[in-house]
C-alpha cells in the first residue's frame, strides 16, 4: 500500500522594488585639517596634560599673515583659549593688535584685550594643548597689573606664567618683554610697573623695554600709536634673531 505524501506550496509575498536606485548618503562638508601640534605629532609621542583641550580651529591657511583677536564674550577664564600653529607665537593684551602684519608663515600673533598676568596663566596652563614644536613664545602681559602693588602677588604670578609656558612649550623658548608705559600714568601705577619689571628683569630671555624716545601712546596712555607699535615690532624681532622671513 503505497503512502501519499502532500506537499503544500507557501504563499508568496510581494517584494516592493525600489523605482530608483538607493545611493549611500555623503556629506560635502570638507575634512578640516588639524592643528600643528597633532598634524606634525600624529606619529609620534606627544607629550599631554590631562586637561589637554581638543582644538578649536582647523590649520590655518597658507596666508603668511596669521593674527587671532580673542573676544571673551563676559568669560575670560572660560572663552579664552590657545590653539598653536605656528613655530612662533606672540601673545598679550590689546596692544598686541596694533603691531603691524606680520607677513612670515612662522609666526602666528594672538590678542586678548583687557587680559592679566592671571589671565594669561588660565590661557596657557588649562586652555592650550600641550605643543613641543613650538620653538619661541614671547608673553607681552602685565600692563594690566599696574594696580596690584605687591611684590608677593606679581612675583607668583610671574613664576606661574613662566613654569606653565615651559609646561605647555617644553621646546620653546620663553620671553617676556619688560612693560613699557606712559610718564603720565598715576604715580600708583608707574610705581606698580617698576615693580614688576624689577622682576621681569630676574627671568631668563627677558628683553629690554622699547627706549623712551620711540615710545608714546594714544591719549588713553595705554595704547600704543600706530608708529610705537611698528618700532615695538622692529624690536622684538631683533631680539627674537628670527632672520629672514619665510
Not at 218 to 243: C, F, N, Q, V, Y
Request: contains cysteine.
Amino acid at each position: 500500500m503505497g503512502i501519499k505524501i502532500s506537499i503544500h506550496k507557501l504563499p508568496q509575498m510581494a517584494i516592493p522594488i525600489p523605482r530608483a536606485p538607493i545611493t549611500p548618503t555623503t556629506s560635502t562638508t570638507p575634512l578640516i585639517p588639524t592643528p600643528l601640534n597633532q598634524e606634525i605629532t600624529k606619529d609620534q609621542t606627544k607629550h599631554t596634560k590631562p586637561n589637554d583641550p581638543k582644538p578649536g580651529y582647523s590649520r590655518p591657511s597658507k596666508d603668511r599673515y596669521r593674527f587671532i583677536h580673542h573676544d571673551h564674550l563676559g568669560d575670560k577664564k572660560k572663552n579664552w583659549s590657545l590653539t598653536p600653529y605656528r613655530e612662533v607665537i606672540i601673545m598679550g593684551s590689546s596692544n598686541i593688535s596694533r603691531l603691524p602684519r606680520i607677513h612670515d608663515a612662522r609666526i602666528q600673533v594672538d590678542s586678548y584685550p583687557g587680559a592679566n598676568l592671571s589671565h594669561a596663566i588660565n590661557i596657557i596652563k588649562y586652555k592650550t594643548p600641550t605643543a613641543p614644536e613650538v620653538t619661541k613664545v614671547l608673553l607681552c602681559f602685565g600692563l594690566n597689573d599696574r594696580g596690584i602693588g605687591d611684590r608677593t602677588i606679581l612675583n607668583n604670578n610671574l613664576n606661574q606664567l613662566l613654569s606653565s609656558a615651559r609646561d605647555t612649550f617644553p621646546n620653546a623658548a620663553i620671553h617676556v618683554p619688560k612693560i613699557n608705559h606712559s610718564t603720565k600714568l598715576s604715580l600708583k601705577a608707574i610705581k606698580n610697573i617698576g615693580l614688576l619689571n624689577k622682576l621681569i628683569e630676574k627671568t631668563p630671555g627677558n628683553f629690554k623695554p622699547l627706549g623712551a624716545e620711540d615710545f608714546d601712546t594714544e591719549g588713553d596712555l595705554i595704547h600704543w600709536t600706530p608708529l610705537t607699535a611698528k618700532k615695538m615690532w622692529d624690536h622684538w624681532r631683533s631680539s627674537l634673531d628670527l632672520g629672514h622671513p619665510n
